[in-house]
């Protein structure tokens, strides 16, 4: 189980789960063309609601500077625009306008769709 699986079940056991209302749903199509519906709270990160799938986004900093979870945008709705800093990493990095961070882009409601360029290997998590 990922840290955000055992975040969530912490959170039910206490009476703190989430409530209907702020669960969105986002699809996302990993590197091999598996798409994958993925269900978390709304104001996630992308790489926060891929940590509940086998092989979540790959990421190499805290803060999007390395651009290690790059993101195609198939459909935008249900994320929020990107941040002042997050645009001035995709404008210094000359990145087309259907790309963002997975680290920085944050879900505000059902329906997005993106497309992962990097994902974490099983080998990867388990250092070997």
Do not use: F
Not at 40 to 55: D, F, H, I, R
Not at 76 to 84: C, D, Q, R
């Amino acid at each position: 189980m990922t840290p955000w699986g055992i975040r969530n079940r912490l959170k039910t056991i206490l009476g703190k789960a989430p409530s209907a209302s702020t669960q969105v749903t986002l699809r996302i199509t990993l590197p091999d063309g598996q798409e994958k519906e993925v269900h978390c709270e709304e104001g996630y990160s992308l790489v926060m609601a891929s940590q509940t799938l086998e092989t979540p986004i790959a990421t190499g900093c805290p803060d999007g500077h390395c651009g290690e979870c790059l993101v195609d945008i198939l459909d935008g709705s249900g994320l929020k625009a990107a941040s002042a800093a997050e645009q001035k990493i995709l404008d210094d990095k000359k990145l087309p306008p259907n790309t963002r961070l997975a680290c920085h882009a944050r879900v505000n409601g059902s329906g997005a769709r993106v497309k992962v360029h990097r994902v974490w290997t099983m080998d990867q998590v388990r250092g070997t």
